[in-house]
């Protein structure tokens, strides 16, 4: 800790002190924990360090980025997820072999109990205690998805602290309520959105967004696993769901963001300073920062769509592909974005589109996959998504600076859409103000409450939902799709039926388009003729009984013994 706090020391003097100044500071190996947090530019130093664990592209010595999504049920990598295909999961020996680590909540409580002590600019001191109290906020809700029930630490605490050290795991319940108790506590202190200096930084918004976050998966969490091991007693959700919908709408009526005109454009920006919809997001500078990454390099970057995927995108009239009269079919690439849902055009690869433009401004055209690339698809469906055509003259190439969205306001949309109907409560005029302002911006109609279209292949989810409720998941599908919502979305769900004892499939082999460079003798397909990138491992296995949450390690049940295990495991 020690060792970070001088670091955060010389990144402050770096960038925020003059020549004066620096002169006159005490010496490095001088530095004390009463003159680092004296001032608003000492909190800035010590906060930014929590950025870095914020999400972000892959740096340039990966090779390769693979996307949000990409181990769900919509997206594959080169290899099956182990959660959700049931391959290779087992109980980790070591802490160290795990993510069950405390050193980023224990970080975040060292730098909370030291704020008190900086005077100056009040605005700024409480921005930066703030932003402090978010990224506890944020720590906690990591190890909430993957484990449930957590040790509560409210403050720092050294290794004399037995009550802390051989804590219990309280009800996840209490955990969340925790959580959003220090994102009110953020919201309180910081500034709204257009009066932050230095962007991007958390702020007023984005804890509002992160509040509704939380709640709407801790609410439909507790609602979807009642009844078994990992629901709450006595609860089905609606007291989290309904602290989702008030937090969304606070953020929609306050009026600070709003939609960015284009979707297909939104996600290939360099920069996202002026943009209406971007409430977060991590900027890259390999050049000035030595701060790049590989996005743009390795396309399709070993990782493609899934049939399920393409297939959930409606038709033009709103109607599902399985009555549209205007559904073209999903045997040819080269006519699978036809009279649909432009978000699908803006997703996937298909021939024509644009690939590369040179710099002396000449175009080059996508074909077809390339499955013999070391960084292929291995479903057929290239994104399209993040893509960045130009060349860039500052590398020789594309470009290393594609910013990273981490926070926009559609989400905040489809919480409200989600937590109302979840309620029973939703009406016109919320669907009005929510998911019905997405479809408006990509020129899809409305959807109307009690004039939805019945899907005969709705999701099987395990369980039946209301049609407005389905067709806000698919909304959420579509709208989010390669941002990394999905697989908390199939856990909050309990949505293990959507692809248990099946395996993803991806393009139509022999469209003409596909097969270009895949050999068809030794391709594996399904009986309708679809790939099956995954056919050598099988159909997945996901045990219900215990996969939904992740196991401690060994040595820390070994350490502690007031911590249990998880079911099953």
Avoid at 328 to 336: F, P, V, W
Avoid at 376 to 381: K, N
Avoid at 510 to 539: C, Y
């Amino acid at each position: 800790m020690k060792n970070i706090i001088k670091l955060f020391i010389l990144s402050a003097i770096l960038s925020f002190s003059s020549c004066d100044e620096y002169l006159e500071r005490t010496p490095l190996d001088e530095v004390s924990e009463a003159t680092f947090y004296s001032t608003p530019s000492d909190l800035q130093a010590a906060v930014s360090g929590f950025y870095n664990d914020l999400p972000g592209w892959a740096a340039l010595s990966i090779g390769f980025n693979i996307l949000p999504d990409m181990y769900s049920d919509m997206g594959t990598a080169q290899e099956p997820s182990n959660r959700l295909s049931g391959l290779s999961y087992e109980v980790p020996t070591s802490a160290s072999n795990s993510v069950w680590s405390w050193d980023e909540v224990r970080e975040a409580n060292w730098y909370l109990a030291h704020v008190d002590q900086a005077v100056g600019d009040e605005i700024l001191i409480n921005q930066y205690i703030g932003e402090g109290y978010f990224f506890r906020a944020y720590y906690y809700f990591e190890l909430l998805t993957r484990y449930g029930d957590l040790p509560i630490f409210p403050e720092y605490f050294d290794n004399s602290n037995e009550e802390y050290i051989y804590a219990a795991r309280a009800p996840r319940n209490e955990v969340v309520e925790f959580m959003l108790s220090d994102l009110d506590m953020a919201i309180s202190l910081m500034q709204s959105y257009p009066d932050i200096s230095g962007h991007p930084r958390i702020n007023k918004e984005v804890a509002q967004m992160f509040k509704a976050r939380i709640a709407l998966y801790e609410g439909t969490w507790e609602r979807y696993h009642a009844g078994t091991e990992f629901g709450v007693s006595g609860s089905d959700g609606s007291a989290f769901l309904q602290i989702a919908a008030d937090a969304a709408e606070d953020l929609i009526d306050a009026g600070v963001f709003s939609l960015f005109g284009d979707y297909k454009a939104l996600f290939n920006q360099m920069s996202y300073s002026n943009n209406s919809e971007v409430m977060l997001w991590r900027d890259y500078n390999s050049i000035d920062l030595s701060i790049a990454n590989v996005l743009q390099q390795q396309w399709p970057n070993r990782c493609g769509y899934t049939k399920f995927a393409i297939d959930s995108y409606l038709c033009t009239d709103g109607d599902p592909i399985s009555v549209s009269p205007l559904y073209e079919g999903n045997k040819d690439l080269s006519t699978i974005e036809n009279n649909r849902d432009p978000r699908l055009a803006a997703l996937i690869m298909v021939p024509g589109d644009l690939e590369e433009i040179k710099a002396d401004g000449s175009e080059v055209y996508w074909e077809y996959p390339d499955f013999n690339a070391t960084n292929t698809s291995l479903t057929g469906y290239e994104s399209e998504k993040f893509r960045n055509v130009h060349y860039d003259e500052k590398y020789g190439d594309f470009t290393e600076d594609s910013p990273r969205i981490i926070f926009r306001y559609a989400e905040a949309l489809l919480i409200y859409a989600e937590a109302k109907a979840e309620l029973g409560s939703i009406s016109q005029s919320d669907l009005d103000k929510s998911v019905n302002l997405l479809r408006e911006r990509v020129g899809m109609p409305h959807i109307t409450l009690g004039a939805i279209t019945a899907d005969p292949d709705w999701p099987d989810y395990g369980y039946t939902l209301s049609d407005i409720l389905y067709e806000i998941r698919r909304e959420r599908s579509v709208e989010l799709m390669a941002e990394g919502f999905r697989a908390d979305d199939l856990y909050r769900w309990r949505a293990h039926s959507l692809f248990d004892g099946d395996q993803p499939r991806g393009a139509y082999l022999e469209d003409g388009i596909v097969n270009t460079t895949l050999d068809i003798a030794n391709a594996n397909v399904d009986a309708d003729g679809f790939l099956l990138p995954f056919a050598s491992t099988g159909n997945y296995n996901f045990d219900e009984s215990k996969a939904y949450l992740q196991p401690l390690p060994l040595d820390e049940l070994q350490l502690n013994e007031n911590l249990e295990q998880n079911p099953g495991w």
